[in-house]
């Protein structure tokens, strides 16, 4: 008998035994709002990518298989609609702190230079540019909240949610796969701008749990097309943010549907993701 137990912007997780079934949907989020319009093939990427980085990384993780013909299927699903964007994974506690590593001045980071000099607490030298690489990435770790905005907090505030010896280990950890999988993005001319990390314990272990490096959790540019000083082209949902800016949405009311055009460009840009990414084509297409 399987349980749905959480339903969050993007992704359904069922409880099937031994394991959780985490199913990405096609839903896509923006500003705190799920937008009534979703993004055909959209939670197929995000698993995906995932999955393709849970492999490329040497690291423990919560992916158990995405063969859905080993487990029982929840009432209501059936495996045509789950193919490609479902994970069995392994059931852990959930370490409440967003591990966000950033490796440009950008997003809520440029916002937060201009205003004080700084990002989370980290001061940063005077005249850095909207968009500029940092010569070495940021920790800067972030409250989980499972509605409205993440909030950052400081390293040591972090240390007192969760303790000095895994918060260190998760500030080491969250900054050695950031800068993998950079290096590894930028043999195929992408540029990892930044991303968050959620972890979580497993028999006494930290392992890598939900999404990695995805365009949903992830700044991804084309690194042909990076110019500092200036918003980048992006291959994730900045895309979206970026049209609803230009409507009259007022960001307090229920918003707008997308409109064709921008749906097909969304997902056109979340596959180009993959397949720079996997080096292979998109298999739904």
């Known amino acids: 008998m399987s349980t749905l137990v959480r339903q969050g912007k993007v992704r359904d997780v ?32 995000l698993t995906q990518i995932s999955k393709f980085w849970f492999d490329f990384f040497d690291v423990p993780h919560h992916l158990v ?10 009432d209501g699903l059936n495996a045509e609609d789950l193919d490609g964007r479902t994970m069995i994974v392994k059931k852990c506690e959930v370490v409440p702190i967003e591990c966000v590593v950033r490796g440009y001045l950008v997003g809520s980071g440029w ?36 509605e ?9 505030r972090m240390i007192e949610i ?4 895994t918060a260190n280990e998760l ?25 968050k990390f959620e972890w979580g314990w497993h028999n006494s272990e930290l392992i890598l749990i939900d999404e990695v490096l995805t365009p949903d959790s992830s700044r991804f540019w084309p690194a042909d097309q990076y110019e500092e000083g200036r918003n980048q082209v992006s291959f994730d949902k900045q895309f979206v943010r970026e ?12 918003p707008p549907e997308l409109p064709a055009e921008i749906v097909a460009k969304t997902r056109e840009k979340y ?12 298999p739904w297409k």
């Open 14 to 45: 069922y409880d099937i035994g031994e394991h959780f079934l985490m199913v990405a949907s096609d839903r896509i989020s923006a500003f705190d709002y799920i937008l009534p319009t979703l993004i055909p093939d959209k939670g197929r990427v």
């Open 65 to 74: 298989s995405t063969d859905i013909g080993t487990v029982d299927l929840p």
């Open 111 to 146: 916002r937060d230079y201009v205003s004080t000099g700084s990002v989370c607490g980290i001061d940063l030298p005077d005249g850095l540019e909207n968009c500029a690489q940092f010569p070495q990435a940021l920790f800067t770790p972030a409250t989980k909240e499972d």
């Open 148 to 156: 409205g905005h993440d909030e950052n907090i400081s390293f040591e």
């Open 162 to 165: 969760i303790g000095e010896d």
């Open 171 to 195: 500030r080491e950890k969250s900054l050695a796969v950031y800068e993998k999988g950079r290096d590894y993005a930028a043999t195929k001319g992408i540029i990892l701008a930044d991303t």
């Open 243 to 254: 049209y609803l800016d230009s409507t009259d949405w007022d960001k307090n009311s229920e």
């Open 271 to 282: 596959v180009d993701a993959y397949e720079r990414l996997a080096g292979q084509a998109f």
